[in-house]
């Protein structure tokens, strides 16, 4: 393609570096474009910034499962005692060593993406990326010095930001979010989380499985657009576990004390009394806002929804500018996941080299809420399957099971709870997993990979369990809701 | 005018005292077991080496004997969690090429230039 006059800089150019962004762009470069990558951490208000990599790596999925593992592990020491191991009380956890191994890992994480970039010929850019017309990027170094990029085609995957509130007075002088809980040098002590998200529940979680006095503050419900049941599971878990739930609060302003302490004021909606508690630290977990505000959208014509502030992107990750696309958290309507927009990001780069047609399917995507007690499901919720079909054209299958790790360990299993949703008239094809228990990512897997097939509930009631195991009593399930009887499974 | 300071060691406890006596500088180690018939990647670094910060160290280190390296509970393994060899670091950071990263310039300069 030499002799032809190269009208642009780059086949490729992506704004974003993160998991969706970082698999576009590699996989476009191993199909032959040229391509580079612009990836800029904004510090968040407290500071914090990170390397290459995105949410995922650095202030997401990556530290958050190593330190819900520390959390995990902790519990794990106390159940030793009832297995035989002599170990002294008390068990103490050191914030400081957890931190700089999780923070070590995710720099070498960093490192690694850097490598592969370099290895694959992408061009890595670290400058705040924005459009400045539909075939050029502008790219700026933190003191502002602009270069310009020119592209046949563009891609926006600048992800998202958790969000501060914005009517409550000291909320972002004092408090942090989860761009910072997992780079502090310090444990951050007695905290409030306020959210009930998965990612205040999961802080939350393993901030109480490390030992700091955690409260989350929830002003309606928890996990919402999660199946409701199953989040009722998962809070009740942790409240038992020694998370305190102020459910019906709104924080109305946070105060710094003399001592250092953050005074938080907050209105009981149920008592309709004012409340007031001192914290160490305030984690706000409250939503995430998209990225793409100072991307210039407007002017080049990217359609925004108005209400959520994400790009408006057709099934194919296209925008309305017809060689601008837009996938991963930023897109309306898109998981905020890190597999779908990696495999979505693979395929778009598939098609815009002109190898594939094929488009990304955001149906019965498996995820888990890596909560004390694990939370996993795949397709839909009850109420989405019940909303979709009727109640009468649905039938739920459901058992409470006891892992047998608990039993030694004398741990109470009574939100070990499993839940499959299915049509209840013809082939009864499975519509949706729930489950509670450990391992709960490690056991559904497999399990999506046959929603994806069609399984049907004579397929999981055909398929032989493996013993003993949790994941067995999905293929063992035979109460059902509408029977009313017991779902307590006896032991084999 | 030499804009690094080039440190020729022998075994675990050379390198520990070379790195030990340069506290506070841009460390970059390249460890190299004892090649006779592999192709060495020393070339690649060595070609590469005008790129080194100004001040730096570069440590040339071999490990030592072939069955040394074999066995998992060598120094260099253990302590400083060595994969394999060649290993090209830069120490006190993630920064680390291995095996045949090594053989591939621009990752090195990658190393060598970049923050």
Partial sequence: ?492 | MSLYEEVKVHGYAEFCKAVSDRKGKDIFAYFSGNVIKMTTSEPTVRGEISHLPEGSVFIYCQVGQRDYWKNPNNDFKKTLKLSGVPTLLRYGTPQKLVEEECFKANLVRMMFTED
């Avoid at chain 1, 501060?164 to 409030?192: C, N, Q, R, V």
């Avoid at chain 1, 995430?288 to 959208?297: D, F, I, Q, T, Y």
């Avoid at chain 1, 694990?374 to 109640?391: F, M, P, T």
């Fill in chain 1, 1 to 492: 393609m030499e002799w032809l006059h190269r009208k642009y800089d780059y086949d490729l150019v992506v704004i974003g570096g993160g998991s969706g962004g970082l698999a576009c762009s590699k996989e476009a470069a191993q199909l032959g474009q040229k391509v580079a990558v612009l990836d800029y951490v904004e510090p968040s208000a407290k500071g914090t910034k990170w390397g290459l990599g995105g949410t995922c790596v650095n202030v997401g999925c990556i530290p958050k499962k190593l330190m819900h593992q520390a959390a995990l592990l902790g519990t794990a020491v106390k159940d030793a005692r009832k297995y035989g191991w002599k170990i002294k009380d008390p068990v103490s956890h050191d914030w400081e060593t957890m931190a700089e191994a999780v923070q070590n890992h995710v720099r070498s994480l960093n490192w690694g993406h850097r490598v592969q970039l370099k290895d694959k010929k992408v061009k890595y850019l670290n400058l705040k990326g924005s459009l400045l017309d539909e075939h050029t990027v502008r790219g700026m170094t933190k003191s502002g010095k602009e270069s310009f990029l020119t592209a046949k085609n563009i891609v926006i995957a600048t992800g998202g930001r958790p969000k501060y509130p914005t009517d409550i007075p000291g909320a972002m002088e004092h408090g942090i979010t989860s761009d910072d809980i997992f780079w502090l040098k310090e444990a951050p002590g007695k905290t409030l989380v306020v959210g009930a998200s998965y990612v205040a529940l999961e802080c939350a979680g393993f901030l109480t499985g490390i030992g700091q006095d955690t409260k989350v503050m929830v002003r309606s419900i928890a996990l919402r657009g999660f199946d409701q049941q199953m989040a009722g599971l998962v809070t009740d878990h942790m409240q038992a576990y020694g998370t305190r739930f102020a459910w019906g609060c709104v924080p109305q302003r946070v105060d710094k004390l003399p001592s250092g302490a953050l005074q938080v004021t907050w209105a009981d909606t149920r008592t309709g009394k004012e409340e007031t508690d001192s914290f160490d630290s305030v984690l706000w977990a409250v939503g995430r806002a998209p990225e793409a505000k100072a991307l210039g959208l407007d002017k080049v014509g990217v359609e925004v929804n108005r209400e959520t502030g994400k790009i408006v992107v057709g099934a194919d990750e296209s925008t309305s500018v017809s060689n601008i696309y837009a996938f991963g958290d930023i897109g309306e309507g898109r998981p905020e996941l890190t597999p779908t927009a990696v495999k979505a990001g693979r395929l778009l780069a598939r098609r815009l080299a002109g190898q594939s047609t094929q488009l990304m399917d955001y149906d019965n995507v498996a995820t888990t809420v890596f909560t004390p007690l694990e939370y996993s499901c795949v397709g839909l919720s009850e109420e989405e399957a019940v909303g979709r079909h009727g109640q009468d054209a649905i039938e739920v299958y459901h058992a409470f099971y006891k892992p047998l790790e608990f039993t030694v360990a004398e741990r109470d299993a009574s939100q070990c709870y499993i839940k499959v949703v299915c049509e209840r008239g013809g082939e009864q094809r499975i519509l949706g997993l729930h489950y509670t228990g450990p391992n709960a990512g490690e056991v559904m897997q497999g399990f999506s990979l046959a929603l994806r097939c069609g399984a049907t509930l004579s397929h999981l009631k055909e398929t032989v369990g493996i013993h003993p195991t949790c994941a067995e009593e999905l293929t063992k399930v035979s109460i059902t809701k509408r029977s009313g009887l017991d779902a307590t499974v006896t032991g084999c």
